[in-house]
């Protein structure tokens, strides 16, 4: 297989992948560091947070801290944006995933036979800002609403709301709509079951009936509520008594001692180490001594940027964990060995799994410690997500930048490898053209003023086909002195031989003397001298006559006639068959050198042909050439023999045994040179009819209107 340059130079170019490979070896390399340095970070960010929140014993002294163990407050958590009370609770996201169920076992008042689809609900708490949010998914199977005109707030399907307020006092409120829609709460006093209420507009939200009951989405200032708080849906479904039949609630309500506690995240803690949360993909939590979450920042989940490429990156990287099971996104409480450890005054680092497996959390938790007690502790999380992060960005930014330099070095060296070829390949044209059919110098100028090994080369061929052409008019100008001065001497030993011949007597009987004998012999040495002296000339005569012929436009056909009647009467023994076209040829040349080539070819077929076998002449025109063939019967071409040498000078394949005269191989020569004046080219085969050889000349048909109409 041949390459080009430029093939070559584009396979040496792919070399440039390499550097993305060692690249990619490097960066892979890295993730061992990347790993320290991640647990190093989180390890720092726990220790800066807990250093501040030192300082700040107070956020701590909540009394929420000495909740009872078997009572599970409700806990608030935080939103990201606010709720719209509209009805869709959408907007609420994957809190849905946290309400907790309340049924058979949270009833605090029956009375009949329970079932489940008479009275359940669903519910969570969460806090935006200054509010409260709270949301109640109800299945009712008998919906009852206040009467407009009754002033009687137990006597319909109703919300109750029991809180201990900033002041210490204990409050209840009750909420009881005539219709969907927006809604209010009454304030009642806790003692009694049907007082006249007064409205509390700073509690407001929304009652949205559907196919199985309703939904309640409420809105509570945080500046109302203190550490106690608990919520009652009380199911009315008797239209004539209007007795309650359910009540079913998240705490004992009806004993004010026995409230439940709400625990609501701390603001000021939030406040303080979300500055410090600011990382992409990194959250903070920040437990009190029962694990129980007091502030959260941050998020695990982070954006990537989609490069294109990421299809290709995933191959050498594993994909970055962008989507994963983050099961502690809303939890209250924090458990685990890190967090255990802290709690117990050490710090500690964990890695662990996400549920689904699809990501690595690594988790740093520190102390905080007050007057060398530990009150709560700070957890750092971030997961492995970073780690790719940092090795897909940094694969991806040297691909990209490799692409580039290996686009634009590829460029530049297909262009220097397409000018290259184009100045090889034009020092090959003038190199070819510097010399033509003939073997003759046409000239000596292709150097090059390039100061590169190309223009070396140039001139280097410069100067050998300038010594060349000196060579070849050196042996052109041979031939002509020799025949020269080798015609003077033999002109002497002629003329010396024939005064020797009219000396000479002959014998009484008649016979030749012996002497006479070698005279004869060297007469005709003399004359096969001559011979070849006048045909050593007749190729340089004919080129240099070549260059001074001029064209004239004549009828091919009929000179080829006269010439096959001139050969049946100089080779009387021999049988020409011609076949020339009905239609004049014109043709624009010398008629004299086509009758001299003909002669040439008709010569060399008399010589080879067998016997009495015949010699035909064919001539005619083919679309824009004109075919002149000569066929002939006898021995076929050798095989071994090249076209193209049977045409060159001083080249003969014929045995001179048995011939009086002497052949030097310049025949079919002259004939070259006068078919390729004439713009033709000659041809020899082996005849595949019988044995024999065709020889055929080519030559371009004259069309030219201007040359017809002179013909005419």
């Known amino acids: ?100 169920d309340y049924a058979g076992k949270h009833i605090l008042k029956n ?8 009275l359940s609900f669903r519910h969570v708490l969460s806090k935006y800002k200054g509010y409260l949010y709270a949301l109640f998914v109800v299945q009712d199977d008998i919906l009852v609403y206040r009467e407009p005109t009754s002033l009687r707030l137990d006597r319909s399907d109703h919300l109750q709301i029991v809180m201990k307020e900033p002041n210490g006092q204990i409050y209840r409120y009750v909420i009881t709509p005539s219709g969907p829609g927006w809604i209010n709460a009454y304030k009642v006093p806790s003692h009694s079951d049907s007082p006249k209420a007064e409205v509390e507009n700073r509690i407001q939200g929304l009652w949205q009936q559907t196919a199985d009951g309703y939904i309640i989405e409420l809105r509570v200032p945080l500046n109302k509520i203190n550490e106690r708080l608990g919520f009652a849906i009380a199911d009315v479904d008797d239209l004539k008594e209007r007795n309650i039949k359910t009540l079913i609630g998240t705490s004992a309500i009806q004993n004010l001692e026995t409230v439940g506690k709400v625990f609501i995240p701390s603001p000021e803690i939030e406040n303080i180490i979300k500055p410090l949360a600011q ?74 799994s996400t549920s689904d497996e699809q990501a690595v959390i690594v988790s740093a938790a520190h102390p905080i410690v007050v007057d060398n007690q530990v009150i709560g502790a700070v957890v750092a999380q971030e997961t492995t997500s970073s780690i790719q ?119 009484v009987t008649g016979e ?22 006048t045909r050593l000339s007749e190729a340089t005569r004919l080129e240099q006559a070549l260059q ?52 040439k070819l008709i010569s060399n077929a008399v010589d080879f042909s067998e016997g009495q076998s015949p010699i035909k002449i064919q001539l005619y025109q083919e679309r824009q050439m004109i075919h002149l063939e000569v066929i002939n019967r006898g021995k076929s071409l050798p095989l071994e023999i090249e076209q193209d040498q049977l045409f060159e000078s001083m080249v003969s394949f014929r045995s001179q045994s048995g011939k009086k005269e002497p052949h030097l191989g310049l025949g079919l020569y002259i004939v070259r040179l006068i078919a390729g004046y004439h713009g ?27 040359l017809l109409l002179s013909a005419q």
């Open 512 to 533: 030749p003397k012996e002497s006479q004998i070698y005279i004869e012999r060297a007469k005709a040495g003399i004359d096969r001298l001559n011979m070849i002296i």
């Open 389 to 507: 992060a940092v090795q897909r960005q940094a694969i991806a930014n040297l691909f990209n930048k490799t692409l580039i330099v290996f686009t634009v070095v590829t460029l530049l060296l297909l262009w220097f490898a397409n000018r290259l070829s184009i100045r090889l390949r034009q020092l090959r044209d003038q190199a070819e053209h510097a010399i033509d059919l003939n073997g003759r110098v046409t000239t000596t100028k292709i150097g090059s003023t390039a100061k590169d090994e190309i223009g070396d080369l140039s001139r280097s061929f410069s100067t050998i086909l300038e010594k060349l052409k000196q060579y070849n008019t050196y042996l052109e100008g041979m031939a002509s002195r020799l025949s020269h001065e080798l015609r003077t001497p033999l002109a002497v030993v002629r003329s010396s031989l024939e005064n020797l011949e009219s000396l000479e007597t002959f014998q």
């Open 548 to 599: 001074n012929e001029e064209r004239e436009l004549f009828e091919l056909t009929e000179l080829v006639s006269s010439c096959v009647a001139g050969y049946r009467l100089v080779y009387p023994q021999q049988n020409f068959q011609a076949e020339l076209s009905g239609q004049p040829i014109l043709l624009q040349g010398v008629p004299d050198l086509i009758a001299q080539m003909l002669d």
């Open 1 to 100: 297989m041949i390459f080009s340059i430029r093939s070559r130079v584009l396979l040496l170019s792919l070399t440039l992948f390499s550097i993305p490979y060692v690249g990619y070896e490097y960066v892979r390399e890295m993730e061992q560091y990347l790993r320290r340095n991640l647990e190093t970070s989180l390890q720092e960010t726990a220790r800066a947070v807990a250093g501040v929140l030192n300082s700040n014993p107070t956020l701590f002294s909540r009394k929420l801290v000495d909740t009872v163990p078997e009572d599970e407050p409700l806990f608030a958590h935080t939103l990201k944006d606010p709720i719209k009370f509209d009805g869709n609770i959408d907007d609420w996201g994957d809190l849905l995933l946290q309400t907790g």
């Open 680 to 706: 033709g080219q000659v041809r020899a085969n082996n005849n595949h009819e019988y044995p024999g050889a065709i020889f055929s000349v080519l030559l371009p048909v004259t069309d030219h209107p201007a």
């Open 111 to 118: 009375s009949g036979t329970y079932s489940q689809d008479s």
């Open 279 to 352: 990382t992409p993909g990194r959250r903070l939590w920040v437990l009190d001594n029962q694990r129980r979450v007091l502030a959260k920042s941050g998020d695990l989940q982070r954006e990537f940027l989609h490069h294109p490429l990421n299809v290709l990156y995933s191959f050498l990287l594993l994909s970055s964990s962008e989507n994963f099971k983050d099961d502690q996104a809303r939890a209250s409480r924090l458990e685990g060995e890190e967090v255990n450890s802290a709690l117990k005054g050490q710090a500690e680092l964990r890695w662990s």
